[in-house]
């Protein structure tokens, strides 16, 4: 019983390392996005700001919605990161357009379906 028991320990421990090792490289990975992206390279290379932070300015300024769809473009002469933003009971989306330079929101629109 004694051996059993030492034995087990190692191997108890084993599996809890390789758990949190597997966790821990689960966390590095980006995560999958669940939205449609239209995010020409040639347009990507020019941005200063980030597809992430622009997300969390979007995300910042229309509480409690979600991302449903993104696109890099220029408009009006401006670089934005557009966003469609659900909110969970409200019909339509808005639109949350941010600078891509700046990291400013240039604009809010609600638009219906």
């Given at each position: 019983?004694?051996?059993?028991?030492?034995?087990?320990?190692?191997?108890?421990?084993?599996?809890?390392?390789?758990?949190?090792?597997?966790g821990?490289?689960?966390?590095?990975?980006?995560?999958?996005?669940?939205?449609?992206?239209?995010?020409p390279?040639?347009?990507?290379?020019?941005?200063?700001?980030?597809?992430?932070?622009?997300?969390?300015?979007?995300?910042?300024?229309?509480?409690?919605?979600?991302?449903?769809?993104?696109?890099?473009?220029?408009?009006?002469?401006?670089?934005?990161?557009?966003?469609?933003?659900?909110?969970?009971?409200?019909?339509?989306i808005?639109?949350?357009?941010?600078?891509?330079?700046?990291?400013?929101?240039?604009?809010?629109?609600?638009?219906?379906?």
């Amino acid at each position: 019983m004694k051996n059993r028991t030492l034995t087990s320990i190692p191997f108890g421990l084993a599996a809890v390392l390789s758990i949190a090792t597997v966790g821990a490289l689960a966390a590095q990975q980006p995560a999958a996005r669940a939205y449609t992206r239209e995010v020409p390279a040639a347009l990507l290379s020019q941005t200063k700001i980030s597809e992430d932070s622009a997300r969390t300015v979007a995300l910042a300024r229309v509480l409690g919605s979600a991302v449903k769809a993104l696109e890099l473009e220029r408009e009006h002469g401006l670089l934005i990161w557009s966003f469609d933003l659900t909110v969970a009971g409200k019909p339509g989306i808005e639109e949350v357009e941010v600078d891509a330079l700046t990291g400013k929101v240039v604009s809010v629109e609600h638009e219906n379906n």
